[in-house]
């Protein structure tokens, strides 16, 4: 079992079984008690240094609820594009210390995408732990992604007599109800009767005692 609590003004603090990892996906940890740097500021990432303490960092969630097209930088390239997101940025620095000549942190514009091959960029990109960076190869994924975190919050406040969460406002499913029917200015108001005249004279004329699927001896079924 394992318990993240998220502490005041400082870092996450990690307790029982669970494997901490770096960006590349090497194991650093996989049990006891450890703190995670929290305000991006840490010398020893992931691990808390004690620098939000020396910098006065605050810790209460400030995130930017704007359109993320209005927020994001955009940096196209030969065969990728990548987004940049600033508002969301931990400053963990994988990014610029996996691939420097792409991601400059002293120099502008933040990204070079002309610097590494488009797969090279991808793989960083993927290893962002605050999902400020992307890259246009993974907005079909982001969108999908997205998809089915809703239809499963949907899902979830569909249930009888649940209580809506409040912080995910995803409409909720009616199972089983229709809408009611609005006739549209193309629809015919007389179709339901004269589909039933038709039926009425098609089938008039056919013996009642007879399977209409079997035929008649010494005729042939019609193709």
Same mark, same amino acid.
């Given at each position: ?22 960006? #590349? ?10 703190? !995670?740097? /929290?305000?991006?500021? *840490?010398?020893?990432? +992931? @691990? ?38 600033? #508002? ?10 996996? !691939?420097? /000549?792409?991601?400059? *942190?002293?120099?502008? +514009? @933040? ?99 007879r399977d209409p699927h079997v035929q008649p001896e010494g005729q042939s079924p019609s193709r």
């Open positions: 079992m394992a318990i993240i609590h998220v502490t005041e003004d400082g870092p996450y603090r990690v307790e029982g079984e669970i494997s901490i990892r770096d960006c #590349t996906g090497k194991e650093l940890r996989s049990e006891g008690i450890w703190h !995670l740097c /929290r305000c991006g500021g *840490s010398r020893n990432k +992931p @691990f808390c240094d004690s620098t939000h303490g020396l910098k006065d960092w605050s810790g209460p969630e400030t995130a930017s609820h704007d359109q993320i097209a209005e927020r994001r930088d955009v940096y196209p390239g030969d065969g990728v594009t990548v987004y940049d997101d600033r #508002t969301r940025c931990a400053h963990f620095g994988q990014c610029s210390d996996r !691939l420097p /000549r792409v991601f400059r *942190s002293a120099e502008e +514009p @933040f990204v070079a995408v002309s610097e590494a091959p488009a797969k090279q960029i991808v793989e960083v990109t993927r290893g962002c732990p605050s999902g400020a960076l992307a890259t246009s190869e993974e907005e079909h994924e982001t969108f999908v992604a997205y998809l089915e975190w809703g239809s499963r919050i949907a899902v979830f406040n569909s249930k009888p007599g649940v209580e809506m969460i409040k912080h995910a406002p995803v409409p909720k499913w009616g199972w089983g109800n229709s809408s009611p029917y609005v006739p549209q200015p193309w629809d015919d108001p007389e179709a339901a009767t004269k589909g039933r005249e038709r039926y009425a004279r098609e089938h008039s004329a056919m013996p009642q005692d």
